[in-house]
T-cell receptor, first 117, second 114 residues
Framework: GAVVSQHPSRVICKSGTSVKIECRSL??????MFWYRQFPKKSLMLMAT?????????EQGVEKDKFLINHASLTLSTLTVTSAHPEDSSFYIC?????????????FGSGTRLTVV | AQSVTQLDSQVPVFEEAPVELRCNYS??????LFWYVQYPNQGLQLLLK??????LVESINGFEAEFNKSQTSFHLRKPSVHISDTAEYFC????????????FGTGTKLQVIP
C-alpha cells in the first residue's frame, strides 16, 4: 500500500533556529500534500495544503513566513519552521494523497515531535 | 465547510466487551467519511472509510462503522475489544470535490482495561 515517510521523528532545537521536516511518498506520486499540527489532547489542525509546483495554501491563522512549505517534486514536501519559539513545540504530521488512484484514504506520515528549548 | 463532533473524549471499556465510539458530522455537501487510529507518538492510520455504496463498512481487525445520512452519523463499533485496541480514534470528513480537505474530530481515547 501507499507509504509516506516523515523525517525526523523527533527534533529538539534552540529558540531562534530553523527546523526542516521532510515528507516523502515512497511508492506513489503525491500531487497534493497536507501539513497538520497536533496539540496535546487536541485534534489535528490543518496548517496548509501544498500542490506540486505551486504555492501552498495556508489555513487562516497560520503564518506563511513562519511555516515555509515547499512541494518541489511529486514525492517530496518540506515544512520549515523558521525562527522557532517554544510555542511552536508540537507534533507535526504530513499527509499525502495519491493523485493517480481513486484513494481517498490519505496516507499519513509517522509524525515529527518538535521541541523548542 | 464541514465539522465533526466526537462527544466522548475518553471511553474506558473492559477487554472482550463491545464498544461504540460516536461521531456526528455537519456538511452542506456530499461527504466521504473516515476513521483513523493513532498509537502514541505515531502518525495516523486509516481504519476504514465510507465513499459510496453500502453504508456499513468494515476494517480488517474487526471494527465496523455505519453511515447514517439522516442522523449525520458514522459511529465506530467493535463487538469485542482487545488490549491492543487501546489508542486514539479520530473521525474525519472530507467533501467529494476540489482538494478534498479533511476535517478531523477531536478524537476519542479508547482505553481497554484488562
Amino acid at each position: 500500500g501507499a507509504v509516506v515517510s516523515q523525517h525526523p521523528s523527533r527534533v529538539i532545537c534552540k529558540s531562534g533556529t530553523s527546523v526542516k521536516i521532510e515528507c516523502r511518498s515512497l511508492d506513489f506520486q503525491a500531487t497534493t500534500m497536507f501539513w497538520y499540527r497536533q496539540f496535546p489532547k487536541k485534534s489535528l489542525m490543518l496548517m496548509a495544503t501544498s500542490n506540486e509546483g505551486s504555492k501552498a495554501t495556508y489555513e487562516q491563522g497560520v503564518e506563511k513566513d513562519k511555516f515555509l512549505i515547499n512541494h518541489a517534486s511529486l514525492t517530496l514536501s518540506t515544512l520549515t519552521v523558521t525562527s522557532a519559539h517554544p510555542e511552536d513545540s508540537s507534533f507535526y504530521i504530513c499527509s499525502a494523497r495519491d493523485g493517480t488512484a481513486f484513494n481517498y484514504g490519505y496516507t499519513f506520515g509517522s509524525g515529527t515531535r518538535l521541541t523548542v528549548v | 465547510a464541514q465539522s465533526v463532533t466526537q462527544l466522548d473524549s475518553q471511553v474506558p471499556v473492559f477487554e472482550e466487551a463491545p464498544v461504540e465510539l460516536r461521531c456526528n458530522y455537519s456538511s452542506s455537501v456530499s461527504v466521504y467519511l473516515f476513521w483513523y487510529v493513532q498509537y502514541p507518538n505515531q502518525g495516523l492510520q486509516l481504519l476504514l472509510k465510507y465513499l459510496s455504496g453500502s453504508t456499513l463498512v468494515e476494517s480488517i481487525n474487526g471494527f465496523e462503522a455505519e453511515f447514517n445520512k439522516s442522523q449525520t452519523s458514522f459511529h465506530l463499533r467493535k463487538p469485542s475489544v482487545h488490549i491492543s485496541d487501546t489508542a486514539e480514534y479520530f473521525c474525519a470528513v472530507s467533501d467529494t470535490g476540489g482538494y478534498q480537505k479533511v476535517t478531523f474530530g477531536t478524537g476519542t481515547k479508547l482505553q481497554v482495561i484488562p
